[in-house]
């Protein structure tokens, strides 16, 4: 996509190359300024995006600090922010998305345009939820606080360097490990990854092949891909995100927590705007229907089965062990890939899981519930350093001749029938 304009470039020196590829790319007007000038650039020039163009720290620290306090607080659609950075170094500001200045400059407009899809996604999120207030409608609440509590990050490895870099990374995101290309396939297709570490043990051509599986689906075009072997330039191209590493942990992490927040940001927007899509049936945070949009439907689905004499079976799944909110909100995201299309859920206020399975009798439920509870077992997030065993409970009922809202629900919430510990 063509940048949009006006864009910011922070410099002390003329920065004459990047200003013509930002250019030639499509970004009108560009505005160049010193550190100094940058806070009130900010405020008459109202960009769409910042770029730092020099690596290092900037010149003057309190022109830096007001800076990153007017893009983080700006109404409206978010403004990226873009540092060129080099070796060793942080990037200039801590909320910029780092582009390697020894790379060529089109690398940098890659993740530029990368920032700006999200921008633009913000925008159409912002504009829809105007346009449903003005309608009297019951607005969903856009998630608040810190993207970077949502996401999960992916570390494929098995060499020496898996354990510092599980820790690192564990200290700020939560992550999933994977020993193998084909466990960290099977976490790509399972949940939602918001960033990938390619680490040690791997050969070249095991991460060409998982690079490669990354560049052909879509979906995976805008992740954050850090590679501590040699990166193979050509997904360059087709994964703007991608970035060689250092093998510092510390380094990794600084690095790409940036564009991990990014992604997850982008990913809550998602949420919001198929919400709005709905007329609020979803709910944000979670992607599971809101309750009342599932009693409703429930309401329905029962009176139907009633009518034409049709199976309806309903499961609450309940957790036990080092389970947070965090970990409840990621076991209601894993559901909405776990349930089929003819089915519904939502998040309840203990943080257990209501599903209806419509058209299944209660011995399909059996089975169906018991698979979907060892998945959750399996592959939902815990806090980490801890050792609790997690249990994923299920109780199990089924509509019967006579049966009314209140005594299904009786039964659904009653005793366990099924545990997967």
């Excluded at 856009?142 to 999960?152: E, K, S, Y």
């Amino acid at each position: 996509m063509s940048l949009q304009g006006p864009l910011i470039v922070v410099a002390e020196q003329p920065a004459a190359g990047l200003v013509e590829a930002l250019s030639a790319a499509g970004a009108f007007p560009i505005v160049e300024t010193k550190w100094a000038d940058a806070p009130a650039a900010f405020l008459t020039v109202k960009p769409s995006a910042v770029v730092i163009a020099e690596p290092g720290p900037p010149t003057n620290e309190a022109s830096a600090r007001m800076l990153c306090l007017q893009i983080t607080t700006v109404n409206g659609a978010i403004v990226p922010v873009i540092a060129r950075v080099r070796g060793d170094e942080d990037a200039a500001v801590p909320i910029a998305l780092p582009a390697d200045a020894a790379l060529p400059i089109e690398r940098l407009l890659t993740r530029l345009q990368s920032a700006m899809r999200v921008r633009a996604l913000h925008a159409t999120v912002l504009r829809r939820i105007e346009l449903f207030t003005s309608h009297n409608g019951q607005l969903p609440m856009l998630p608040v606080g810190d993207a970077l509590d949502d996401a999960t990050v992916l570390i494929a490895g098995r060499g020496p360097l898996y354990p510092a870099l599980s820790v690192a990374m564990g200290e700020r995101v939560k992550m999933a490990g994977a020993l193998s290309v084909e466990s960290a396939a099977r976490h790509l297709n399972e949940r939602d990854i918001d960033g990938i570490v390619i680490g040690d043990g791997f050969s070249l051509r095991m991460v060409e092949a998982f690079l490669t599986v990354l560049a052909q689906e879509p979906r995976f075009r805008d992740i954050p891909v850090a590679v501590i072997s040699e990166a193979p330039p050509e997904f360059a191209d087709v994964l703007p995100n991608i970035d060689q590493v250092a093998a510092d942990p510390g380094r990794l992490v600084a690095r790409m927590v940036p564009l991990v927040r990014m992604r997850a940001f982008e990913a809550r927007l998602k949420r919001m705007l198929k919400s709005l899509d709905t007329e609020g049936m979803f709910d944000p945070k979670s992607g599971l229907l809101t309750r009342k949009s599932f009693w409703r439907d429930l309401g329905k689905v029962a009176a139907e089965a009633a009518d034409r004499s049709l199976p309806l079976s309903m499961a609450r799944f309940s957790f036990d062990g080092a389970v947070d909110d965090r970990a409840s909100l990621d076991a209601a995201r894993l559901m909405t890939r776990l349930i089929r299309n003819i089915d519904f859920a939502t998040r309840d206020e203990e943080g257990a899981i209501l599903v209806a399975f419509t058209q299944t009798d209660l011995r399909s439920t059996h089975v169906i519930a018991r698979r979907i509870a060892g998945t959750l077992k399996s592959t939902m997030l815990t806090p980490q350093r801890t050792d609790a065993q997690l249990t994923a409970n299920v109780t199990l009922a089924t509509l019967k001749a006579g049966d009314t809202l209140d005594t299904l629900m009786m039964r659904v919430m009653g005793s366990r029938m099924v545990a997967a510990g």
